[in-house]
T-cell receptor
Framework: NAGVTQTPKFQVLKTGQSMTLQCAQD?????MYWYRQDPGMGLRLIYY???????DKGEVPNGYNVSRLNKREFSLRLESAAPSQTSVYFC?????????????FGPGTRLTVT | AQKVTQAQTEISVVEKEDVTLDCVYE???????LFWYKQPPSGELVFLIR??????QNEISGRYSWNFQKSTSSFNFTITASQVVDSAVYFC??????????????FGKGNQVVVIP
């Protein structure tokens, strides 16, 4: 049982380049999330997906797109990276069932945009 | 809008001292859930506790304890007899159960705990 996995672990991009962060979970969870963590800011929700085929914006969605490919996978795409997107990105998943359950987090992707 | 405040940014304690982390939240909902997560230096986030708004009993798990006070909108976390392995960033988070997409978490900015041997 791997839990939540993310690839890559580290990435350096030049301004304007694009990339996709991959996330997969093997816990059969319906809900999946993407957060970014910046120093002194805590974690901020970028996008989430309550179920396969649905996605919704979180607190800081600008500059990002997401795809819920199937129940297991939820990817985050940066179409044109900017230095302000330098951050650590976490994917998470949780059960759902009417009440908020704990979220299980992946190990994170450290992204630097130069 | 939900909001979580963790006012203390960095707290240093000497090993075996107790440390209390304050978490104050704001919500207009009567049904909500509070969480604490630990982020050790390795970077992963580890779930510690979930508490719903109807359960005001304090909770103890080993050296960890939580004090939920609805009257002051606080959900404080105490580490008793701290150890070096407790050095981490601790996050408090809030979810409002009544809303669509009810698993969305709003995180505080975190408390960096440094335990000095």
């Amino acid at each position: 049982n791997a839990g939540v996995t993310q690839t890559p672990k580290f990435q350096v991009l030049k301004t304007g380049q694009s990339m996709t962060l991959q996330c997969a979970q093997d816990m059969n969870h319906n809900s999946m999330y993407w957060y970014r963590q910046d120093p002194g800011m805590g974690l901020r929700l970028i996008y989430y997906s309550a179920s396969e085929g649905t996605t919704d914006k979180g607190e800081v969605p600008n500059g990002y797109n997401v795809s819920r490919l199937n129940k297991r996978e939820f990817s985050l795409r940066l179409e044109s990276a900017a230095p302000s997107q330098t951050s650590v990105y976490f994917c998470a998943s949780s059960e759902d069932g009417g009440t908020p359950y704990e979220q299980y987090f992946g190990p994170g992707t450290r992204l630097t945009v130069t | 809008a939900q909001k979580v405040t963790q006012a203390q940014t960095e707290i240093s304690v000497v090993e075996k001292e107790d440390v209390t982390l304050d978490c104050v939240y704001e919500t207009r909902d009567t049904t909500y859930y509070l969480f604490w997560y630990k982020q050790p230096p390795s970077g992963e986030l580890v779930f510690l506790i979930r508490r719903n708004s109807f359960d005001e009993q304090n909770e103890i798990s080993g050296r960890y304890s939580w004090n939920f006070q609805k009257s002051t909108s606080s959900f404080n976390f105490t580490i008793t007899a701290s150890q070096v392995v407790d050095s981490a960033v601790y996050f408090c988070a809030l979810s409002e159960a009544a809303r669509e997409g009810n698993n969305r978490l709003a995180f505080g900015k975190g408390n960096q705990v440094v335990v000095i041997p």
